[in-house]
């Protein structure tokens, strides 16, 4: 696999509930992990100097780029947008991947102005309609890439093809498989199950099959856990409520589990021994292991960082941002697009050439 | 709270991926906790009768239905109508309510197939537009019901007043709650979130407030582990990933645990100090306890067993049908939804009056 040695990041230090305490250790961490990275940071200069004071091997490679606005977790997308367009830190880290000066933009700020913002700097690729948020789903056989998490209500049969060309290129990206294996949500497996567009689209894949991707079929709720296929592909208010279950469902348990372990002398004890256990448990169950959601469809690639994240969960989200772009995942999704689309053109040129004749 | 002395209860002894040995054995152990109750079984004579050879008291407390047809698990609703009206056992069990012999009727049999008898023989209730499934959801808090989860897809604002209504029923029966509090399932809790029939449905419910039910907002995936809510509103489609995602999430957790606590001889001792910890976990997350899916909206109660329970299982669902039937489930619905539309007409009247001055 192609491989850039060197990556900038535009970081948009403002963002998230904790701001530049938290996105400039985690650029930190980041950083240590892989030292040629270069960061631009955006935020008000005073705060990100002094969440630097600690790290002067950042300090090295970044550089700093004033804001007055920064968008509060609480704005409305039109609010931000007018507010901080061309002038808060979101704003311009977006802008940045735009003008080329970074590779990828990454903010912990409100999901809703992030996809505002980046929808209205970069625009949507020629060929795609909606931009999708892709999440990575941790799985019994490693992880999966579930799309759309939340970007927009509803996608037609279209729409669906296009997430699963943009998620199946970013599997290849992450994962390094070949032809990742995509399935498309739904409420049964059977061919008859499902919303019209849903089966339409799964029609489609099956009788134009694109190149780069092994179309599975249809997937049930209970296959994301499982990792029965690598890309997941399902509209955003279904994927939205599936991911927000999920992490709540996981969060139960851990209650469940701690009030069990913590009841009598002997659990606690038992507790003890077996901590090395539990921290591996917890440890895969971690939500910031996986923090970060992709923006795909866009010119440019924008990471969203949870906004209540910590330090390591920012560089998480960091370290997401630096393999999408390291193995460039915008030409990849240009480049399989483009293919199925001359393909599709072809092929609808014959068919009408065969009605002529 | 109203409670009639006996229920009698049909039972589609052939349903299930293992019939009359976990239908019956099920029976028998709602029986020993409900000395009271009257069961009618229909299914194949000989395969009930060497199943009930074990069980002298239900033999008792037991008629005996002979039908020559079986609903197969793989059988299409429209398939299992044309060889299953008014002789399979799933039907005959159904046809039990619908006649008045039976309170209740309880099958394991598949989902598509029971709910389109169910439909077919009992039709939806003068005020439903649909029916729905409501689910016993497993909260930190307690329990919650979440419908409709796989009934149908989609649902206009109506239907979603519909099943809050029917839902809230459910809760102050299965519960004892003077007035559940309700919540519209959806991707933000903002008003302006979600698809426009969510929308309308919450300001529906805000504007003409239901007497029986307490209306809380929008309420997101995270919301159904955390119990926010006594009832969770979603149409089929959702409910039905949501429902499938949490179950799918809780055996990966439950592996995961299962991995961890045998890597070493510590983690394995402690397991064994705790292992009293970890039974009451797996009693908590243990799926049959709350196995039973509501068939709500249709001029009867049905209730649906998971297919691939064992007899502590079908007895859960045997002991929700019985809950349903003992509380009167069906004229509580019924009086709220005319009391409601009562109302709701008045309104209308009203406006019309004003309208005319």
Known sequence: MTERNETTIAIDAMGGDHGPKVTIAGAA????????????????????????????????????????????????????LRQGRHKSSMWRAIDAVKTGEADVAVSAGNTGALMAMAKFCLRTMAEIERPAIAAIWPTLRGQSIVLDVGATIGADAQQLIDFSMMGGAMARVLFGLERP????????????????????????????????IDYHGFVEGDD?????????????????????TAEGTAKQIAAYLKAAMTRTWLAKLGYILAKSAFDRLRDKMDP???????????????????????????????????????HDLMNKIAADLESFHRRLSAETKDQSESTQT
């Open 288 to 326: 910031r292991k996986v923090n970060g959601g992709v923006f795909l469809g866009l010119n440019g690639i924008v990471i969203k960082s949870h906004g209540g994240t910590d330090a390591e969960g920012f560089a998480a989200a960091i370290d997401l941002a630096d393999a999408m772009a390291r």
């Open 224 to 244: 994301l856990g499982k990792g029965t296929v690598d890309v997941v592909v399902t509209e955003g208010f279904t994927g939205n409520i599936a991911l927000k």
């Open 29 to 80: 961490l980041a950083l240590e992990r892989r030292p040629d990275t270069r960061f631009m940071l955006f935020g008000d200069e005073t705060a990100m100097r002094e969440a630097l004071a600690d790290y002067p091997a950042l300090q090295a490679a970044s550089s700093l780029h004033h804001c007055e606005v920064s968008v509060r977790m609480e704005d409305k997308p039109s609010q931000a």
């Open 181 to 212: 294996t995509v399935g498309l949500l739904n409420i049964g497996v059977e061919e008859v199950k499902g919303q019209d567009e849903i089966r339409e689209a799964g029609r489609l894949l099956k009788e134009t099959p694109i190149e780069r």
